[in-house]
C-alpha cells in the first residue's frame, strides 16, 4: 500500500507513528488531573473484572467438562443401569468441591445420586434443568444449597441422551462457593477494591476481600443494573450507601448469564494514592509506547521514543522548577532528534539566565522593600497612605505608637470614625480632613490638629498631605505625613509667656506681680501642679507668694527659718541645694508640716534654692504634687525656668534698691562740697547733672544750666574769654 511513497515519506511515518504515544505521554503528563487518574483506574478495574471473570469461566468450563463425562458415561445413558451410583461417587471422590452430583429424568426426579439416591429431592424446578432441557446443552443455574451436604453451591445442567440419541434426562453438578471464593482470593486487585461474583438473581456467590455472605443479596443498585445486561463495562456513580464508587463488571462466559463479576473501589480511595496510579500507569503506558513503536519498526524505539522520552523527562524537570536540567546528546546531535534535544537544551539554559536574572531582581527587589520598610518604620514623622478605594496602603511604626492599627481589611473611613481629632482651635474636624483633601487633589502644607488619646494627654500633630500620582499623572491615592509638635508648641508658648515675664522683669514691674506672673507661666506648664514661693530676709523664708494654694496654707508657711530640718524650704535654703520629698507622709523632713500638708492633699513637695550670682539664697521655690513621686525631666527644666527667672527679678530689685540708697547719699554728699562737679553728654550736649556749688560759685541757678547748657560763659569776664 506504501510502495508509491518514497523513503523519507516512509520515515515521516515511521516517525508521526513512534511520536503518537509520545505525544500522547506528553498530553497525559501535562493534563495530571483527577480525569486522568480515574479513567486510568476504570482501566485497570475492567482488566481486573474481565480477568476474574476468565477464571470463574475456568470453573465453569470444568464443571462442564465433568458433567459431560457424565453425560457420555454409560451408566448413565441407561437409566437401567445400577452402577450409575458407584460412577458418581467415584467422579464426586476426585473433586470434593462438588456437593452434589447427579441424574434427574425428563421429569425432575433424581434417577442416580452420588450420595443418596433415594431421599434426593426433585430437581424440576430448578433453573439449571429448565435451561439444560429447553438449550438442549450444558445450562447453568443459580446458587443453591445441596440437600445431601446442605452447603451453598452453584447448579449447573447437561442433556443426557442414551444410544439411540434421545433425551431421557439431566446430569447436574452443585460447585461449592467455597471453590468461587478461592479462585477469587487468588485474584491480585487494587487495594480498597472490593471483587464478587453473583448468579443471575443477583445473589452472592462469593467476595473478595470477604465482605458479602455468601447467599445474601447484592444491594449496589448500580451492580444489579449491570448484572441484568450482562455486559462488561465501567461506570462512576453512588451506591446504596451515598458513598461514591468506580465500578468495573464483566460477564463470565459459558454461563449464558448465569453469572457476573463485579469489582468496585470507592472513588477517595483513588485519588488518595494518584502518584501511585500515575507511576503504574506511565509504565503501562510507555509499555504500549514501546511494543506500537517496535511494531511500526523495531529501530524505532532507539531512534525516536527514547531520545523523546529524555527530552520529556528533562522538559517535566524544568516544569518542577529544576532548570539545570539537560539533555545528553549522545552521538545523535545531527539528526532531527538531535537538533531538537538541541534546541531543547539552549531553550533550557536561556530560561535559567532569565529565572537568575529574575530571581536576583526579586532578591533585589525584597531587600529595597525590606529597606524602605525599615526606613519608613525608623522615621520619627508618621505616615500614612490609602489609594482611591479608601483601602489603605501604608501604616508606619510612628502612626501605630499613636493611633489604633487598622484591620486587614478596615476602610480610612472607618478607621477614621475611631481617631480624635480636631482642630488646632478645638472644633470638630470638617469631613473633608487633610488626607481626604489630598485624594481630592489638594496639598495641605504645615496643618495643626489635635489628638485626643483615650486615657492620655492631647497631641498636636502637624500634617501635611499630598495626592499620590503615577508617573503619567493618574491618581493613585493620597498621602500624609505628620510630626508630633507637641513639645515644640508647648516650648513656643512657654517661651511666649517666659517674654512676657522678661518683659515685666525688665520694665521694673513690682517683684510680687514678677513672681505671681513666673508661678503662673510654671503651672500652666505643669497643670498637676501647685507652686509657691518664699523670700529670703534676715534668715526666714517669707512675703510667700502662691497663686493656686489656699490662703491658709500660704499664711502657715510665712516666717520660716532657715534651717536644717525646717521642711523642705528652710532645708533648701539651709543647704543651698534642691530638696526632693517624694512623700510626705513618710518623709522626716515634713514631721512638722504633715497635717498642714495632709489636710490640704498635698502629698509630694520639691523645693530649690533661688540663688543669686553671689552665692546669696534669694528664696525658695516649692512645686506641690497632690500624688507621691519625684520630679521628671520636664518638671526639672521648669524647676530651673523659674530659679532663673526668679533670680533675674529679684536680683534687679536689689540692684535697684541699693541704687537708690547710693543715690541719695551722692546726693547728700554733693550738697556739702563747694566744689563744682558736673556731668555732661557729649553727644547731645545736654547737662546731667551739676552740682549745688555751681551757684554758689557762678552766681547762677542749676536750673538755668540744665535749661540752656553753656550759659556758665556768661559770668566769665571778656578778657577770661578764648580769643
Same mark, same amino acid.
Given at each position: 500500500?506504501?510502495?508509491?511513497?518514497?523513503?523519507?515519506?516512509?520515515?515521516?511515518?515511521?516517525?508521526?507513528?513512534?511520536?503518537?504515544?509520545?505525544? +500522547?505521554?506528553?498530553?497525559?503528563?501535562?493534563?495530571?488531573?483527577? /480525569?486522568?487518574?480515574?479513567?486510568?483506574?476504570?482501566?485497570?478495574? *475492567?482488566?481486573?473484572?474481565?480477568?476474574?471473570?476468565?477464571?470463574?469461566?475456568?470453573?465453569?468450563?470444568?464443571?462442564?467438562?465433568?458433567?459431560?463425562?457424565?453425560?457420555?458415561?454409560?451408566?448413565?445413558?441407561?437409566?437401567?443401569?445400577?452402577? !450409575?451410583? *458407584?460412577?458418581?461417587?467415584?467422579? *464426586? @471422590?476426585?473433586?470434593?468441591?462438588?456437593?452434589?452430583?447427579?441424574?434427574?429424568?425428563?421429569?425432575?426426579?433424581?434417577? !442416580?445420586?452420588?450420595?443418596?439416591?433415594?431421599?434426593?429431592?426433585? %430437581?424440576?424446578?430448578?433453573?439449571?434443568?429448565?435451561?439444560?432441557?429447553? /438449550?438442549?446443552?450444558?445450562?447453568?443455574?443459580?446458587?443453591? %444449597?445441596?440437600?445431601?451436604?446442605?452447603?451453598?453451591?452453584?447448579?449447573?445442567? @447437561?442433556?443426557?441422551?442414551?444410544?439411540?440419541?434421545?433425551?431421557?434426562?439431566?446430569?447436574?453438578?452443585?460447585?461449592?462457593?467455597?471453590?468461587?471464593?478461592?479462585?477469587?482470593?487468588?485474584?491480585?486487585?487494587?487495594? +480498597?477494591? *472490593?471483587?464478587?461474583?453473583?448468579?443471575?438473581?443477583?445473589?452472592?456467590?462469593?467476595?473478595?476481600?470477604?465482605?458479602?455472605?455468601?447467599?445474601?443479596?447484592?444491594r449496589d443498585p448500580v451492580v444489579l443494573g449491570a448484572a441484568r445486561l450482562?455486559?462488561?463495562?465501567?461506570?462512576?456513580?453512588?451506591?446504596?450507601?451515598?458513598?461514591?464508587?468506580?465500578?468495573?463488571?464483566?460477564?463470565?462466559?459459558?454461563?449464558?448469564?448465569?453469572?457476573?463479576?463485579?469489582?468496585?473501589?470507592?472513588?477517595? %480511595?483513588?485519588?488518595?494514592?494518584?502518584?501511585?496510579?500515575?507511576?503504574?500507569?506511565?509504565?503501562?503506558?510507555?509499555?504500549?509506547?514501546?511494543?506500537?513503536?517496535? !511494531?511500526?519498526?523495531?529501530?524505532?524505539?532507539?531512534?525516536?521514543?527514547?531520545?523523546?522520552?529524555?527530552?520529556?523527562?528533562?522538559?517535566?524537570?524544568?516544569?518542577? +522548577?529544576?532548570f539545570l536540567a539537560r539533555v545528553d546528546l549522545g552521538r545523535s546531535s545531527q539528526n532531527e532528534i538531535g537538533q531538537l534535544a538541541l534546541a531543547f537544551n539552549r531553550m533550557a539554559a536561556s530560561l535559567q539566565a532569565q529565572r537568575q536574572e529574575l530571581d536576583a531582581a526579586l532578591r533585589q527587589a525584597d531587600a529595597e522593600r525590606a529597606m524602605l520598610d525599615l526606613i519608613l518604620n525608623s522615621m520619627s514623622e508618621g505616615v500614612i497612605a490609602i489609594d482611591t478605594q479608601d483601602h489603605f496602603l501604608l501604616f508606619n511604626q510612628t502612626v501605630r505608637k499613636l493611633f489604633p492599627a487598622p484591620g486587614e481589611n478596615t476602610l480610612f473611613s472607618e478607621w477614621r470614625q475611631l481617631t480624635r481629632?480636631?482642630?488646632?482651635?478645638?472644633?470638630?474636624?470638617?469631613?473633608?480632613?487633610?488626607?481626604?483633601?489630598?485624594?481630592?487633589?489638594?496639598?495641605?502644607?504645615? !496643618?495643626?490638629?489635635?489628638?485626643?488619646?483615650?486615657?492620655?494627654?492631647?497631641?498636636?500633630?502637624?500634617?501635611?498631605?499630598?495626592?499620590?500620582?503615577?508617573?503619567?499623572?493618574?491618581?493613585?491615592?493620597a498621602l500624609a505625613v505628620f510630626v508630633d509638635v507637641t513639645d515644640v508648641r508647648a516650648a513656643e508658648s512657654f517661651a511666649a509667656a517666659q517674654e512676657k515675664v522678661l518683659v515685666l522683669i525688665a520694665g521694673g514691674a513690682p517683684v510680687r506681680a514678677s513672681m505671681q506672673a513666673i508661678l503662673r507661666l510654671i503651672e500652666s506648664s505643669a497643670p498637676d501642679s501647685l507652686c509657691s514661693l518664699l523670700i529670703s530676709h534676715g534668715g526666714e523664708l517669707g512675703q510667700a507668694i502662691a497663686p493656686s494654694l489656699p490662703p491658709e496654707f500660704v499664711q502657715a508657711t510665712n516666717g520660716l527659718k532657715i534651717a536644717e530640718g525646717v521642711g523642705a524650704c528652710g532645708t533648701a535654703a539651709f543647704r543651698r541645694e534642691s530638696v526632693i520629698v517624694e512623700d510626705v507622709r513618710r518623709d522626716p523632713l515634713m514631721q512638722d508640716f504633715r497635717e498642714l500638708l495632709l489636710a490640704h492633699g498635698l502629698l509630694a513637695c520639691w523645693s530649690t534654692p533661688v540663688v543669686a550670682t553671689d552665692g546669696e539664697v534669694l528664696a525658695t521655690f516649692a512645686m506641690y504634687r497632690r500624688m507621691p513621686g519625684r520630679p521628671q525631666p520636664a518638671d526639672q527644666l521648669l524647676i530651673g525656668a523659674v530659679t532663673r527667672l526668679a533670680a533675674l527679678a529679684l536680683e534687679r530689685a536689689r540692684a535697684e534698691e541699693a541704687l537708690v540708697g547710693s543715690g541719695a547719699r551722692f546726693r547728700e554728699l554733693a550738697a556739702n562740697i563747694e566744689d563744682v562737679f558736673y556731668n555732661i553728654d557729649v553727644r547731645q550736649g545736654r547737662v546731667r547733672y551739676v552740682s549745688p556749688g555751681y551757684e554758689k560759685i557762678w552766681g547762677r541757678s542749676c536750673e538755668s544750666l540744665y535749661a540752656e547748657p553753656g550759659s556758665q560763659i556768661y559770668a566769665v569776664l571778656a578778657e577770661d574769654l578764648p580769643v
Open positions: 500500500m506504501l510502495n508509491w511513497l518514497g523513503l523519507r515519506s516512509r520515515l515521516v511515518l515511521l516517525v508521526l507513528a513512534a511520536l503518537l504515544p509520545v505525544l +500522547g505521554l506528553l498530553a497525559w503528563s501535562a493534563a495530571k488531573n483527577q /480525569q486522568t487518574v480515574l479513567t486510568l483506574a476504570q482501566a485497570g478495574l *475492567q482488566s481486573e473484572a474481565l480477568l476474574a471473570a476468565a477464571h470463574q469461566q475456568r470453573l465453569v468450563e470444568r464443571a462442564a467438562q465433568l458433567l459431560g463425562d457424565v453425560a457420555s458415561g454409560p451408566s448413565i445413558k441407561d437409566t437401567r443401569n445400577r452402577l !450409575c451410583v *458407584q460412577y458418581l461417587k467415584n467422579l *464426586q @471422590m476426585q473433586d470434593l468441591a462438588y456437593s452434589s452430583l447427579g441424574v434427574a429424568d425428563l421429569n425432575g426426579a433424581v434417577s !442416580c445420586h452420588a450420595a443418596n439416591p433415594e431421599g434426593a429431592l426433585p %430437581v424440576g424446578d430448578q433453573t439449571f434443568f429448565a435451561l439444560a432441557l429447553a /438449550q438442549r446443552a450444558f445450562s447453568v443455574g443459580d446458587h443453591v %444449597v445441596s440437600p445431601s451436604s446442605s452447603r451453598p453451591g452453584m447448579a449447573f445442567g @447437561m442433556p443426557v441422551y442414551n444410544a439411540e440419541g434421545t433425551l431421557n434426562g439431566v446430569a447436574f453438578a452443585t460447585l461449592d462457593v467455597l471453590k468461587f471464593a478461592e479462585t477469587l482470593a487468588a485474584e491480585k486487585i487494587l487495594e +480498597g477494591a *472490593q471483587l464478587r461474583v453473583m448468579d443471575r438473581k443477583g445473589v452472592v456467590l462469593a467476595s473478595h476481600p470477604l465482605a458479602a455472605i455468601a447467599g445474601s443479596q447484592e450482562w455486559q462488561p463495562g465501567i461506570a462512576q456513580a453512588t451506591d446504596g450507601s451515598g458513598v461514591e464508587q468506580v465500578y468495573a463488571y464483566a460477564p463470565v462466559g459459558g454461563t449464558s448469564g448465569g453469572l457476573f463479576v463485579a469489582i468496585s473501589v470507592p472513588r477517595d %480511595v483513588l485519588i488518595a494514592t494518584p502518584r501511585t496510579l500515575l507511576l503504574t500507569d506511565l509504565i503501562a503506558l510507555l509499555g504500549m509506547a514501546a511494543l506500537g513503536m517496535a !511494531c511500526a519498526w523495531a529501530m524505532g524505539r532507539r531512534l525516536v521514543v527514547n531520545p523523546a522520552n529524555a527530552i520529556l523527562k528533562e522538559a517535566n524537570e524544568i516544569a518542577r +522548577g529544576n481629632l480636631t482642630a488646632s482651635d478645638g472644633t470638630r474636624l470638617p469631613s473633608n480632613s487633610p488626607l481626604l483633601q489630598a485624594l481630592a487633589g489638594a496639598s495641605i502644607d504645615n !496643618c495643626d490638629l489635635i489628638f485626643s488619646p483615650p486615657h492620655a494627654p492631647d497631641r498636636t500633630l502637624q500634617i501635611n498631605a499630598r495626592p499620590l500620582l503615577s508617573t503619567s499623572g493618574l491618581q493613585l491615592g
